[in-house]
């Protein structure tokens, strides 16, 4: 599956999961540095069960993005998170290499 191929299904997933009256938001990195296991554009949706489709990190920080896009579908705001660390780091947090990312998220209307 492609990198396109994902990003269609995340977006026809939420608008599916809208249309049956749930509460969505979107997650998408927004920004890279150093070694990130998903390019900018990369995306995941959330629905208000915390049910979530697509990825931001190949699931390294994805537990925390759902925990954010819950509260951002609650708040009807959005939000930037940032994720880095250093190499020593890495491990502890999941991102293997060490690196950051910025994820914006928000809620679909």
């Keep these: 599956m ?3 191929r994902m990003t269609e299904d995340v977006l026809e997933v939420g608008r599916n999961w809208k249309t049956a009256g749930q509460s969505v ?3 998408t990195v927004v920004t890279t540095w150093g ?3 998903r390019p900018v554009g990369s995306q995941l949706v959330v629905n208000g069960d915390g049910q979530f489709v697509g990825s931001v990190s190949g699931g390294c920080i994805e537990g925390a993005v759902v925990r954010e896009a819950v509260e951002v579908m609650t708040e009807g705001s959005t939000r ?3 994720f880095g660390v250093s190499d020593e780091e ?3 947090v999941g991102l ?3 690196g950051k990312v910025e994820v914006f998220v ?3 209307e």
């Design 25 to 27: 938001a979107i997650a």
């Design 35 to 37: 070694s990130s296991p």
């Design 80 to 82: 930037m998170l940032t």
């Design 90 to 92: 890495a491990w502890d």
């Design 106 to 108: 928000e809620p679909l």
């Design 2 to 4: 492609g990198e396109r």
């Design 96 to 98: 293997a290499c060490g």
